[in-house]
């Protein structure tokens, strides 16, 4: 009956793979106990709170080489989910303006696009990292080269940024009305200004989702929707506008005192060439999705947008890009996910992310190679997991409802 009776045989078969599964497991497991303690070796996660002896140039956070492993740990997974945000931001950016152009009506705009991405798309990501690191090791100047009335090289952006070849000076925030830190303990303080930030953000946010749901429920009721534009930019720019002339914040932008620029925020040329090359390359598959899901929309809609009188630009904007978000979003996720775990490349440009202190310095220092391993493994699932979970829930509020 188990195995012939339809009602019973689906799990029948289902609970068979899952005892073999469990077996494997187990086998594998035990294995593993054995071979280590063959070899006079342990499992255990002890070495995280041993010091680690090392220096990391990029901290977000305070860190010496007197602390842990588990706070070395923490700063290159920091540095790995800034690198992350700022590649998924530009890369985003950089691939939906290459798509729309791949479509342009212009030949020779369109061809230039189309040369960008076959480049990149099909050059692997660490021969990027190297060239892009190989640029600004052997072509960028010294920061002496700015110095003296006639300067070998001038700064660009407004003279507001200064690449050298040792790092990338840009404006950094000031404040003239600094409300102080809160400490949050472990040496990691949070400004007052952020969290009134913070705050002022998520509840504009609310406010407008509120006002959002309640001029459907009057356009449900009435059949005429209220002008709602002007207040929801208001409660999402008027808070944090106030609180910038509250803080006095303003650009501080890099000058050269001595040998080094200061007043600004020298980023290490690490974290730059390893955004670009990762911008760089994602975008050019980005480029692609966003083409293939435009190409995806039926034609008739952009001519009934035309015979409404409405552009091509605005066709592009509000009737689209909105449905062709539909068919974007899902390949869109995995490209994200690709540039996170693409950035464990970092060790090339000796950015100091998880891959390069859990995985590179901490394990070779003190020999737990199994232990470091599976926690990176974990923690990559765990920021994988994040981002499919962040993605997914967007991806059903774009989605098509069906009645």
């Keep these: 009956m188990l195995v012939y009776d339809r009602r019973y045989r689906s799990m029948t078969f289902q609970v068979i793979v899952f005892i073999l599964v469990m077996a494997l497991c ?20 002890g070495f995280l709170f041993q010091r680690a002896g090392y220096d990391i140039s990029q901290r977000p956070i305070p860190y010496t080489s007197d602390d842990t492993h588990l706070r070395a740990t923490f700063v290159g997974l920091l540095n790995t989910l800034i690198v992350s945000v700022l590649g998924c931001v530009a890369a985003t950016i950089l691939g939906v303006a290459i798509g729309v152009a791949r479509l342009s009506k212009s030949w020779l705009f369109a061809r230039l696009m189309t040369v960008y991405v076959e480049i990149f ?3 692997p990501l660490l021969l990027w990292i190297l060239i892009i690191y190989a640029i600004f090791t052997e072509v960028m100047p010294p920061p002496s080269a700015y110095r003296g009335d006639d300067p070998a090289w001038s700064m660009i952006l407004f003279d507001n940024v200064a690449l050298t070849n040792r790092y990338t000076a840009i404006p950094s925030l000031g404040m003239t009305n600094d409300p102080g830190s809160l400490d949050l303990g472990a040496r990691i303080t949070v400004n ?22 309640r001029a459907q429920a009057i356009q449900d009721r009435t ?11 208001s409660v999402m720019t008027v808070p944090s506008l106030l609180l910038i002339w509250y803080f006095g914040l303003h650009l501080m932008s890099p000058e050269l005192k001595g040998f080094n620029f200061g007043g600004g925020l020298n980023v290490h040329n690490s974290l730059v060439v390893l955004w670009l090359a990762l911008t760089l390359y994602t975008g050019a598959f980005i480029a692609e999705i966003v083409r293939g ?15 409404l009188g ?8 509000l009737v689209i890009l909105p449905q062709a978000l539909r068919v974007i979003i ?16 970092a060790i090339a440009a000796s950015y100091m992310d998880l891959r390069a202190t859990l995985g590179g310095t901490t394990l070779n220092q003190t020999g737990r190679e199994l232990e470091s391993m599976v926690l990176m493994m974990l923690i990559y699932l765990a920021l994988s997991l994040v981002i499919s979970a962040g993605m997914n829930m967007f991806n059903r509020r774009v989605r098509l409802k069906e009645r």
């Design 26 to 45: 187990w086998w594998l497991i035990s294995n593993t106990i054995q071979n280590l303690a063959a070899l006079g070796k342990d499992f255990n996660f």
């Design 121 to 123: 798309r099909n050059i």
């Design 192 to 213: 007052w200004a952020t969290i009134a930030f913070l705050v002022a953000i998520i509840g504009g946010w609310f406010l407008r989702d509120m006002i959002l749901k």
């Design 223 to 233: 059949g005429h929707r209220p002008t709602t534009w002007w207040i929801n930019l």
């Design 293 to 307: 899901g435009i190409l995806a929309i039926s034609h008739g809609q952009s001519e009934a947008a035309f015979a």
């Design 310 to 317: 409405l552009p091509p630009n605005r066709t592009m904007n």
């Design 330 to 345: 899902p390949p869109l996720i995995s490209q994200y996910l690709n540039l996170m775990k693409n950035s464990s490349l």
